[in-house]
């Protein structure tokens, strides 16, 4: 496991609340504003998810794809990408940084080149929506080489032998998805997610963050009670798309992410560890 | 088998053992695999275990040949065009004549399959992609059949060159939905698709639409269609007497080349001829054939051939047919393509035009602008050869979708573009 993310579960700990883990796609909607946004965020989260743009994100809803069309029409490329997370990881040394995106890209470049470039900007943990612990061949000696965490996803459809398969040959945290459907998506059943959380957490030895459907304070607050993380991704890039200008935009998301922060640290996790 | 046949040697014309099966994880050499969100992984492992329990099944068989013979209409014609062979000089050219099952095209073979499919393992709702709108038509078809709730994903694009189809989907029942995404054709309409079946697969069967995707797709669908070549095979040896030389197919994603082309794998002395979209022409730029020009790559759970940027972006296709209009390929293809079985080939927009009238004039038979493609490389090939040799040409479906694109390139319509 790569150091620095189990450190921020450790901290998080120590400070009795849930991990924040925020979302936003790399150069949306330009390299220079991604670049105060990705900043501000980082600012206000224990866990910094940077999107790598897609022609074809098949796993997320209509907010994150337009993030990733608006980064490709600007002209963001891979190498952007990790000048970016450089530029966040300059400033922020203790931030959990997971690059995430699908496969087709890091494929193309070659998981051994991609790996080694995401190791140098500073990344911690590579999470690859469409490389299922089955197809991990592709790309898991890479990621070990260059200490990178390969974060893998569980969700409502796992089964006992899914999570076995996750825990086995997933690390740095599990990423529980809420919902069966996209990125954006109505938040399910509290109840059925924390059950299924609950279980996971009992047969395997990572944190478990749950994403996909997180928007408001209020639920991040109910999902931080009995998750070790909360992931909140289209909730921040929407500020993107809904605000007028950049000025706008780097207000709006500072104002979201420090409620987000408020409601997750509010509540006190030291009873339920 | 106990099902009612009209022929009674109809079902023994079938082979069912599962040739040439890709590993335990759906890999066929280093392509295919299952590159699928998580929460597909489960549903896609319950229709791989359906298919395999269903294809041991004789009941199962029974049921689907049975559809075969008295739905679609099966066995096609295999028909030998003669007028065809001498205007072009050279080999004899036979045509499998899939344009003359129910629908219009191939695609109903697989949808058949696929439908019986969603039945047994209890799902009430089907949805699918589609890009010409065959696909669509032949899932609708099933769906209006067996009493199925049907939603069709199309690209927008799409929707408006083969507005016929659109409307025929909605008279048999099924929504079809616009996407509207990236470049709104095929390949979008599979996003969309996937979309909604991560958010329904509980009470929701994807019908895939070629013999690509992630594990168990491009098995499933192939096996659907190899009903295609193993009619084909047996009606030559009948017809000739013999093997045909060369055996040909359009490719998209490749459903109907593998269904015509599989059946003759280890038949060593058939040449496999693959025949992409070459669009405005291969140097343009401007075309959908992933194969000759493409590199591996990942996308719609698969390791295959792909039209990508250097940095793995996939990029928009352009073919005059909707239904080759995808920058993928199916993973077996890429497979053989790699081991040095299938020969590749192209036709332009142009040509593919051109052919359609050849064999519509020569023959009275009006192909689809896909099957064109395969006619125009088939008739190019065929030219080279001696009269004493056979070329078999897949004539995957009819070509009554494709008037409004043809009739407006002929300058019999108004060009409204």
Request: with cysteine; net charge negative; hydrophobic share 40%.
């Amino acid at each position: 496991m790569n150091i620095r993310l189990s450190k921020v579960f450790e901290r998080c700990k120590r400070e009795g609340h849930a991990a924040l883990v925020g979302y936003l796609t790399a150069g949306d909607p330009d390299i220079a504003t991604s670049r105060e946004l990705l900043h501000a965020l980082a600012d206000q989260t224990d866990i910094l998810e940077i999107g790598m743009p897609f022609s074809d994100p098949m796993a997320d809803g209509p907010v994150i794809q337009a993030a990733s069309e608006r980064a490709l029409e600007a002209g963001v490329h891979i190498g952007d990408v990790f000048s970016l997370t450089r530029s966040v990881r300059e400033t922020h040394p203790d931030l959990g940084i997971v690059l995430m995106g699908y496969a087709n890209v890091p494929y193309a470049m070659g998981f051994e080149m991609f790996a080694e470039n995401a190791q140098d900007a500073g990344a911690d943990a590579v999470l690859i929506v469409d490389i299922p612990p089955e197809e991990g061949h592709i790309c898991d000696a890479a990621l070990k080489k260059h200490n990178l965490d390969r974060i893998l996803l569980l969700s409502p459809t796992s089964t006992d032998e899914r999570i076995r398969l996750a825990s086995e040959n997933g690390s740095g945290f599990i990423y529980y998805v809420s919902l069966t459907g996209i990125t954006g998506a109505d938040m399910g059943d509290i109840n059925l997610i924390r059950n299924k959380v609950t279980h996971i957490q009992s047969m395997s030895d990572m944190p478990v963050c749950v994403g996909f459907g997180v928007k408001t304070p209020e639920q991040a607050t109910q999902v931080a009670q009995f998750a070790d993380g909360v992931v909140v991704g289209s909730h921040f890039v929407s500020r993107i798309s809904e605000a007028k200008d950049n000025d706008a935009i780097l207000a709006t998301l500072i104002d979201s992410a420090s409620q987000m922060r408020k409601a997750v640290t509010s509540v006190s996790t030291a009873a339920t560890a | 088998m106990n099902a009612s046949f009209q022929h009674t040697d109809f079902a023994s014309m079938y082979d069912l053992e599962i040739k040439h099966p890709p590993d335990a994880g759906g890999h066929f050499g280093r392509f295919g695999g299952r590159f699928a969100a998580e929460t597909l992984m489960q549903p896609l492992k319950e229709i791989e275990e359906a298919f395999f329990d269903a294809w041991n099944d004789d009941a199962f068989h029974a049921e689907r040949l049975q559809l075969l013979e008295n739905y679609v209409g099966r066995a096609t014609p295999l028909y030998h065009a003669e007028r065809l062979s001498r205007r072009i000089g050279g080999a004899q050219i036979y045509l499998k004549r899939e344009d003359l099952t129910h629908t219009g095209a191939h695609k109903i073979n697989n949808t058949i399959g696929q439908g019986l499919l969603a039945r047994r393992m209890g799902k009430k709702r089907v949805i699918a992609e589609t890009g010409a709108g065959q696909h669509g038509v032949a899932t609708a078809t099933v769906a209006a059949m067996f009493g199925m709730d049907c939603d069709i994903y199309m690209g927008r694009e799409d929707i408006a060159r083969q507005m016929p189809n659109v409307l025929r989907m909605r008279l048999l029942g099924a929504n079809v939905i616009p996407v509207d995404s990236g470049t709104a054709t095929l390949k979008d309409a599979v996003n969309e698709a996937l979309r909604n079946w991560v958010a329904s697969c509980e009470n929701t069967f994807y019908i895939f639409g070629t013999a690509a995707g992630p594990h168990p797709y491009p098995l499933l669908v192939r096996q659907f269609h190899t009903v295609i070549g193993q009619e084909a095979r047996a009606q030559i040896l009948k017809q000739a007497g013999r093997l045909p030389d060369v055996a040909v197919a359009c490719v998209g994603g490749g459903s109907n080349a593998m269904g015509l082309l599989h059946p003759f794998r280890d038949d060593e002395s058939v040449r496999l001829v693959a025949v992409e979209a070459a669009g405005y022409g291969l140097s343009t730029g401007k075309h959908a054939a992933s194969l000759a020009a493409g590199k591996a790559g990942i996308l719609h759970g698969n390791l295959t051939f792909l039209l990508e940027d250097e940095e793995g972006q996939v990029t928009g296709t352009h073919s005059i047919s909707a239904g080759l209009d995808y920058p993928g390929v199916g993973p077996e293809l890429a497979f053989m393509l790699e081991e040095g079985r299938l020969q590749l080939d192209a036709a332009t927009d142009d040509e593919a035009l051109e052919a359609l009238q050849l064999l519509t004039r020569s023959e009275g038979i009006i192909p689809a602008l896909e099957s064109s493609h395969a006619l125009a490389a088939g008739a190019r090939i065929a030219k080279t050869m001696h009269s004493n040799q056979i070329v078999l040409i897949n004539l995957s479906g009819r070509g009554d979708k494709d008037m409004n694109t043809v009739f407006k390139h002929l300058g019999w319509l108004e060009n409204e573009s």
